[in-house]
């Protein structure tokens, strides 16, 4: 390997949105990344689908298609 080329490999601290917070190894030029979705909230992890509702278009669709 070339000497120089490569990023610097250190400690980051991952937060996520829901308060969840972890430390992990990475290119990252930052301390700390901010993170949206992590293991602890993501529906695939906790099995809880989460509808966010932006101007009744849920409804609207269940309307439409016949849903309940």
Do not use: W
Not at 19 to 26: A, K, L, Y
Not at 38 to 50: A, D, M, N, R, V
Not at 56 to 61: A, E, R
């Amino acid at each position: 390997m070339k000497p120089g080329i490569h990023p610097d490999y250190h400690p980051v601290k991952v937060v996520c949105s829901c308060g969840n917070s972890f430390e992990t190894q990475s290119t990252y030029e930052k301390e700390e990344l901010h993170i949206d979705v992590c293991s602890q909230c993501h529906p695939f992890y906790t099995g809880k689908q989460k509808i966010l509702d932006t101007a009744g278009q849920v409804d609207k669709f269940r309307r439409r298609y016949g849903m309940k």
